[in-house]
């Protein structure tokens, strides 16, 4: 069951750089999947398992499905297999206190996370933020939240009309202007 709701803005969108290392592990170990838990030490940071290796909860909340195909700027023009697609969860709770953010799933240098299947490639995932508008909070609020309990029932996320992958963080998380105060995306 595919919700039918109007476009709204993605929950969560990507780097290049990340779809990229996204692509290296699914090739090494298989279909994926993140969870952003928002605990202390290794849970505040996205953790990327095989799929179905991390139990989802019947709170936590699907923000999207990561199409592996795509890259910056385009859209999907067929409906991805179950292995070209990452599903990235969050924790109730922490999709409560994040609900009006869009995630963007960045990586850096470093180690990642100690049961993250990226550990050992010198690359960690790093979650940045974008907050809504106010009318893409309005086009939000329009559209079911998946939880755990919806997705084992057979619901799906709507297709977006918004691209999946950005060049780089800033694309989707303007920086602000040193010189008026006002955002801007970089180039």
């Known amino acids: 069951m595919t919700d039918t709701t109007p476009s709204a803005p993605r929950r969560v969108r990507a780097t290049v750089a990340a779809m990229e290392l996204l692509r290296r592990l699914r090739a090494a170990h298989g279909p994926l999947m993140l969870h952003q838990s928002g605990g202390c030490c290794d849970g505040s940071a996205p953790m990327c398992y095989l799929a179905g290796e991390f139990v989802i909860g019947d709170r936590d909340v699907l923000l999207g499905l990561l199409d592996l195909r795509l890259g910056i700027g385009e859209m999907p023009t067929s409906a991805a297999a179950p292995e070209d ?18 995630l963007v799933l960045d990586v850096v240098p470093g180690r990642g996370s100690g049961f993250s299947l990226e550990a050992p490639e010198g690359m960690r995932f790093l979650s940045r933020g974008r907050v809504f508008d106010s009318d893409e909070l309005t086009a939000l609020f329009e559209v079911e939240t998946l939880t755990g309990q919806l997705w084992e029932q057979g619901h799906r996320p709507a297709e977006s009309t918004e691209p999946q992958v950005v060049a780089e963080a800033a694309d989707a998380c303007p920086v602000p202007s040193r010189d008026t105060g006002a955002s801007s995306p970089r180039s």
């Open 85 to 102: 697609t990452a599903a990235v969860w969050i924790s109730g709770p922490q999709f409560t206190a994040w609900q009006h953010t869009q």
